[in-house]
T-cell receptor, first 112, second 116 residues
Framework: AQSVTQLDSQVPVFEEAPVELRCNYS??????LFWYVQYPNQGLQLLLK??????LVKGINGFEAEFNKSQTSFHLRKPSVHISDTAEYFC??????????FGAGTTVTVRA | DTEVTQTPKHLVMGMTNKKSLKCEQH?????MYWYKQKAKKPPELMFV???????INESVPSRFSPECPNSSLLNLHLHALQPEDSALYLC???????????????FGNGTRLTVT
């Protein structure tokens, strides 16, 4: 079975500073990788996805992620965060057409 | 604004009650999902409906009973729940063909369920 590991459970960061959230995956076959964000008291929202092609993926709200096959990683980055980026971030890998395996999540807290 | 609407937003029920959670989407999606999310944990898949037929049941206890009356609606019927079933229940949908892989999941804001 495929799985993901999010290496940081909590990431505090100051406003306008860069942030990187780390995600490693395990899979023996082709992978499809996703980052979802969950704002307080809301459902999850897709930030970006990697299916194939360019290893640098750009998503919404200024986020981007880089797929690195040799390091089995899919780290999420944003060059300058806002208070509104405070949320829970989940990395996920697709096991089949309908099932995602989510990582444990990373709580990002942006402080002024 | 979310395109997947869940009602109610909050629900408190006793262990002997029967209640239902409702989910609605009008995006023409043909796959619909129920997830359970405990606090500070990732969502866990419970059920998947594809073209109104149950395609995945992740060994969920029978006290949870899903129903898909049509392509836009998804219900989760609850009966004789336990306090440990208290959680956020999320509904999601995705386009036909590829499901969660080739098309993103669209989540509702969830129903926060408390079982007393």
């Amino acid at each position: 079975a495929q799985s993901v590991t999010q290496l940081d459970s909590q990431v505090p960061v100051f406003e306008e500073a860069p942030v990187e959230l780390r995600c490693n995956y395990s899979s023996s076959v082709s992978v499809y990788l996703f980052w979802y964000v969950q704002y307080p008291n809301q459902g999850l929202q897709l930030l970006l996805k990697y299916l194939s092609g360019s290893t640098l993926v750009k998503g919404i709200n200024g986020f981007e992620a880089e797929f690195n096959k040799s390091q089995t990683s899919f780290h999420l980055r944003k060059p300058s965060v806002h208070i509104s980026d405070t949320a829970e971030y989940f990395c996920a890998v697709s096991e089949n057409d309908y099932k995602l395996s989510f990582g444990a999540g990373t709580t990002v807290t942006v402080r002024a | 604004d979310t395109e997947v609407t869940q009602t109610p937003k909050h629900l408190v029920m006793g262990m002997t009650n029967k209640k239902s959670l409702k989910c609605e989407q009008h995006m023409g999606h043909r796959a619909m999902y129920w997830y359970k999310q405990k606090a500070k944990k990732p969502p866990e898949l419970m059920f998947v409906y594809s073209y109104e037929k149950l395609s995945i049941n992740e060994s969920v206890p029978s006290r949870f009973s899903p129903e898909c009356p049509n392509s836009s609606l998804l219900n989760l019927h609850l009966h004789a729940l336990q306090p440990e079933d208290s959680a956020l229940y999320l509904c999601a949908s995705s386009q036909e063909g590829g499901g969660a892989r080739d098309s993103p999941l669209h989540f509702g804001n969830g129903t926060r369920l408390t079982v007393t």
